[in-house]
């Protein structure tokens, strides 16, 4: 099935550096999505993407979709403590995928002040 | 507008019996996907009901199955529960068909077999 590598697994930063992470796929997805979750909650839809090449931000936030559609990035500039949790890239395939996303392992961001 | 809401959000149960967990999906979204979250093998995809009608499935057991009602609340169920079913059970709901496919989650319901 599809698997999504998701790079780094943890990152501890200073307040104030930009971060990067970004996830690669050994298959072709129409659809990347970044999520944060914290602890207890659910996952929140930070970005979306529908195009290959596709560069969008959200505030701080930038996300890209590969122009292979096989992978996606995330970078997080300037960061701050509220920016702790764990980060995950979503993609999802064609056809008759529907509502099946499916998930890379995680990036857990620590933020010291 | 509210967001998805999950009940309940914490379970203990025992070995071999059974339990159902219900989502309530946004306003207006007709989708709702499930999603089982554990430690070792993170988020995966359990399935997914739009109009009342599974369109997907993912790779587990007949023992857990669900089901959508006509306004688009869902149930999952899960029989003869195991201590593997520990997990953070998390449903997300999409108001788009096939084309895009922004799933928006619920807060979970933590399931805990003993």
């Known amino acids: 099935g599809q698997q999504l590598n998701q790079s780094p697994q943890s990152m501890f930063i200073q307040e104030g550096e930009d971060v990067s992470m970004n996830c ?22 930070l970005i979306a993407l529908y195009k290959a090449g596709e560069l969008t931000s959200n505030g701080r936030l930038t ?39 499916t998930f890379g392992q995680g990036t857990i961001l620590t933020v010291h002040p | 507008k509210a967001g998805v809401t999950q009940t309940p959000r914490y379970l203990i149960k025992t070995r071999g019996q059974q339990v159902t967990l219900s989502c309530s999906p946004i306003s207006g979204h007709r989708s709702v996907s499930w999603y ?10 359990l399935f997914e009901y739009f109009s009342e009608t599974q369109r997907n499935k993912g790779n ?33 709901s999409s108001s788009k068909q096939v084309a895009y496919n922004e799933q928006f989650f619920g807060p979970g319901t933590r399931l805990t077999v003993l």
Do not use: H
């Open chain 1, 24 to 45: 690669t796929s050994s298959s072709i997805f129409n659809t990347w999505l970044w999520y944060k979750q914290e602890p207890g909650e659910g996952p929140v839809l």
């Open chain 1, 63 to 101: 996300a890209q979709f590969g122009i292979t559609r096989k992978d996606s990035f995330l970078n997080i500039s300037a960061s701050i403590p509220s920016d702790v949790g764990i980060y995950f890239c979503a993609g999802r395939g064609g056809g008759t995928s529907y509502g099946k996303l």
């Open chain 2, 36 to 45: 089982q979250q554990t430690p070792g093998q993170g988020l995966q995809f």
């Open chain 2, 60 to 92: 587990f057991p007949g023992r857990f199955s669900g089901r959508q009602f006509s306004n688009s609340r869902s149930e999952m169920n899960v029989s003869t529960l195991e201590l593997g079913d520990s997990a953070l059970y998390l449903c997300a």
